[in-house]
């Protein structure tokens, strides 16, 4: 597979970064990748008021753009919403009688949940799946003429051991800094007393729906050591 690197922007919002494991883990492990801006929203404007032309120069400037958030009550937190409803006005975004200034681009959810991946079904404890729970957002993509990226959810992330973590922020890096390269699957797949592995399944495809191979990985599953809290 290729490697082509293209310019994206990560807006991050996390009600409070140094506390949380995952959101974290994943942001650290962007890092350097070549190409690649991280906005942590909250860190940029502590005090709630956006730099709205700062942004938009940003946005303008990327090819993939990447929302990514710890789910709270099934939709993204506050902030990154205002961020949304501050940043992406008619005029610039669209209704210019013309493509406005996100067409063309792609959009990626990368977002945790607490709960299992199971849960998340008609027949689940939450009652819908998640790729339903992300209409809004997809329907926002589609209204803006962006392009819908496969969305990296990690479920069930209170359970995930440091070397599932660590692998899992890994292959996000490499999701966002190539046009091309595996795409985790929603569910993490529930442990058992029985098997002590865990089998992750991702998708290789193009940024534009190509073809997909879906391949497997497989990591040894220690006994747990409790949960690691709910500040994903």
Do not use: C
């Amino acid at each position: 597979m290729t490697a082509v690197h293209h310019k994206t922007l990560v807006l991050l919002d996390h009600p409070d970064l140094s506390t949380s494991r995952i959101n974290r883990a994943l942001a650290t492990a962007l890092g350097d990748a070549p190409d690649l801006t991280v906005h942590d929203l909250r860190r940029l404007y502590p005090d709630g008021h956006i730099d709205l032309a700062a942004e938009r120069a940003a946005v303008e400037a990327a090819e993939n753009i990447v929302l990514q958030y710890p789910t709270h009550w099934y939709a993204p937190p506050a902030f990154l919403k205002t961020w949304l409803d501050e940043v992406l006005v008619r005029g610039w975004a669209y209704g210019t009688g013309a493509p406005g200034a996100l067409a063309g681009k792609t959009l990626r959810i990368a977002t945790s949940t607490g709960g299992a991946g199971e849960a998340y079904s008609p027949d689940g404890f939450h009652g819908w799946d998640y790729n339903d729970i992300l209409i809004p957002l997809q329907a926002t993509a589609r209204r803006l003429g962006m392009h819908w990226l496969s969305p990296f959810i990690l479920h069930g992330v209170r359970d995930l051991t440091d070397e599932q973590l660590q692998y899992l922020a890994q292959d996000y890096r490499n999701l966002l800094s190539l046009r091309a390269v595996p795409e985790p699957v929603q569910a993490m797949p529930a442990r058992t007393n029985t098997d002590r592995t865990t089998t992750m399944k991702s998708m290789s495809t193009t940024a534009y729906g190509g073809p997909k191979v879906i391949q497997e990985v497989h990591l040894p599953t220690p006994e747990p050591a409790g949960r690691a809290g709910n500040n994903h």
